[in-house]
């Protein structure tokens, strides 16, 4: 890289430090005995967090403003107030048996970069935001992604207002008990939409790579399989008068795998949840319910796997009856924004790679209505949704410098060429 | 057949109608909503039961003894009251979901069996017992087959009495409330045991065939088997990272198949329970458990079963423990009895083949004492353990029929030519 096409504020650097520290004060609201963090979306302790977060943006001159549905928006000005904010955000729910990172990096890693510009005063042409979505995990209220799931019109303001937890609470309630249910008003527009996250996966770790440069999210399709067979004991019934429904679905497990493995690299199938009826030791199974989750880069991919599953019920010995129950299409992100990722990367001389979320994120919903890009930085086993979940500060820090490095590109569209 | 050849009352029938009868009077204590019964071990409803058939046995002039264990022996006096009796019997506890037919019907049989030699006023030489075995089915109090195994020495007297069900009544509580806790004393010698019983399996329908000739019964081992993988998020882990516990479980089931199958004709093996860990849509299974259930008609084939299942286990992708909870030994009957059966079943004109018990019985207890038989006749779907088992009024004659004619060859071991 020439000099001359160096970046506005190419030496400017977050403070890793503070970037833990406000880590692990946000992870003590709803901390578990095994260093977890339980805090489910619009309880008392997600209010609590949510508070934190405010304060502290509110110490750094951001203006806060939250919708309807929840989502908090915290705004940096900037030079230029005509352009649409870059913003990046994340969520501070978590899961049951959630960790300190999950959402929780991605919204304290946007907090750390507009600190880090304040110190400097350093001002962006565009204005910044760092949002915070309500109720990502959908532990407490479905549908999942919810504040991001309404502000891309994915589903309407009303729909996510009246869904309930199993107490019986709606979403309307459980926003109002806690004072976050902010005005109704138009999504606004967003130039830009970057999310730092852990990776949630064991790819990072395996390559060794500090920066996963997010390409788009995986497709998904999910089914409800049931295998119809006839129970039997298992002393009396000789082999070749049985009608074994779990024989049958021990065959579409297999064949679930090789359906992915079909579709290398992106492609994955899981059978995750299995239902035996009547799960009895000596009782020939004669009805086996069970999940699949089809994921693919490509819709053409997901299509022919959706193909191949039907297929392959089909021609079960017994009959099998295949319900699609999810849908989300395959997201690729913005080209420029997964470009602006990995340059960032480079520039920083830290090692990257190209990779793809398996997992949905807000940023997923976000990149139907704003250029999007993720930022993947490892964490330890591939391991998330688990109270022992871990990630390396230096990794931390690296993704929130590649997250300030790649908003810095974003938001200064007519370029300033040296700092 | 020579004339001469004839057994004593060659030409002597049961009673058909009053079999079903008896049948269906019986079934009426615990007779549920859906046409069956429960009516479990040692309720008052089996005291119900059990005074009805002492009833029935007193009025065609038996004594009737009890065991400590409770179990039941309904004696007609023979010419010759030195020759060990022929017994005849099985059980008239129910599953909680029991039919009229599993074990009642060779109760009742037996009971029919000497009510047509006290009608014809036929004395034989040696004695005739109809024996009820306590808890057969095991579904209040295990191990099954407790009278029938405390007779035959499988376990002693004092372990079946100190057994409790999940509300904590023993045993011995249970049989003295009902009034069947008898006098201790060791078990009577026995010339010989036949036992008709529903076939609880398809051969018998599939082959239109009435009697079946039992030669023995399966050898059984079951075991635990657990497989141990890494639960991971299904999105973000690609499928050459996984360590997917489910499709390791799909291929020990498939194998255990194939092992069955490796050992045809008698060969089986079931996977009927599953627990999936965690058990969630979008979750990699992360530990799987499943029982196994093989069955052989020898002992060195269930061996070879055991190794090739413990190989299949040892050869997995993942580590799998393996842990063996039952073993029944394969039992062959007595060559004797069960030709008593196949001719006296010859000489009535019914269709008969021999075949194997899969399931256990109190005539595999038995069999270790004395030697013993059964007779088998189809019941519908081969279903049972099910409300809705059913049979056919003419198979439980003939099965009778039968019964009656083998109890008269063995217990007339001089011979008497003709009736």
């Given at each position: 890289m020439?000099?001359?096409?160096?970046?506005?504020?190419?030496?400017?650097?977050?403070?890793?430090?503070?970037?833990?520290?406000?880590?692990m004060d946000l992870a003590q609201i709803g901390a578990t005995d095994k260093g977890g963090v339980c805090r489910l979306a619009l309880t008392d302790l997600d209010r609590q967090a949510r508070d934190l977060f405010v304060a502290w943006a509110k110490e750094i001159g951001c203006a806060v403003r939250v919708d309807a549905i929840g989502n908090i928006f915290a705004r940096r000005a900037g030079t230029r107030d005509d352009l649409p904010p870059v913003m990046t955000g994340s969520h501070i729910d978590t899961q049951p048996t959630g960790g300190k990172f999950d959402g929780n990096y991605g919204v304290l890693a946007g907090l750390e970069v507009l600190r880090t510009l304040a110190d400097a005063n350093v001002r962006t042409e565009a204005p910044l935001e760092v949002a915070v979505w309500t109720n990502e995990e959908g532990s407490r209220f479905v549908?999942?992604?919810?504040?991001?799931?309404?502000?891309?019109g994915a589903f309407t303001l009303d729909h996510a207002l009246a869904q309930r937890d199993r107490a019986g609470v709606s979403v309307r309630e459980a926003l109002a008990a806690i004072g976050y249910g902010g005005s109704e008003q138009p999504p606004h527009a967003v130039g830009a939409y970057f999310?730092?996250?852990i990776e949630q996966g064991p790819v990072l770790e395996a390559n060794e790579t500090t920066i996963g440069v997010v390409e788009g999210a995986l497709g998904q399709r999910w089914y409800d399989v049931t295998v119809h067979g006839m129970?039997?004991?298992?002393?009396?019934?000789?082999?070749?008068l049985r009608r074994d429904a779990l024989l049958v679905a021990a065959d579409l497990i297999r064949d679930v795998n090789r359906i992915a493995l079909d579709h290398a690299p992106h492609?994955?199938?899981?059978?995750?949840?299995?239902?035996?009826?009547?799960?009895?030791?000596?009782?020939?199974?004669?009805?086996?319910?069970?999940?699949?989750?089809?994921?693919?880069?490509?819709d053409a991919a997901l299509t022919a796997m959706d193909a191949a599953l039907r297929?392959?019920?089909?021609?079960?010995?017994?009959?099998v009856d295949v319900e699609q129950v999810v849908y989300f299409a395959p997201q690729p992100f913005a080209a420029p924004l997964?470009?602006?990722?990995?340059?960032?990367?480079?520039?920083?001389?830290?090692?990257?790679?190209?990779?793809?979320?398996?997992?949905?994120?807000?940023?997923?919903?976000?990149?139907?209505?704003?250029?999007?890009?993720?930022?993947?930085?490892?964490?330890?086993?591939?391991?998330?949704?688990?109270?022992?979940?871990?990630?390396r500060a230096d990794h931390l820090e690296a993704g929130c410098n590649v997250l300030l490095q790649a908003?810095?590109?974003?938001?200064?569209?007519?370029?300033v060429k040296s700092a």
């Open positions: 020439q000099a001359h096409d160096l970046p506005a504020h190419a030496g400017l650097r977050i403070d890793g430090a503070r970037l833990w520290n406000s880590l549908p999942v992604m919810m504040g991001s799931g309404v502000f891309a999310e730092a996250h129970e039997a004991h298992a002393g009396p019934t000789p082999m070749e492609g994955r199938g899981t059978v995750g949840w299995v239902d035996v009826h009547p799960n009895s030791r000596n009782v020939i199974p004669g009805r086996v319910t069970l999940t699949v989750d089809l994921r693919a880069a490509d297929a392959t019920c089909a021609a079960a010995a017994l009959p997964v470009a602006a990722v990995r340059d960032s990367a480079e520039a920083l001389g830290l090692s990257s790679m190209d990779v793809i979320s398996g997992a949905g994120h807000d940023a997923v919903y976000l990149a139907r209505v704003a250029p999007a890009a993720m930022i993947f930085v490892p964490c330890k086993d591939g391991i998330s949704h688990n109270e022992i979940e871990d990630a908003m810095l590109r974003a938001a200064n569209p007519t370029g």
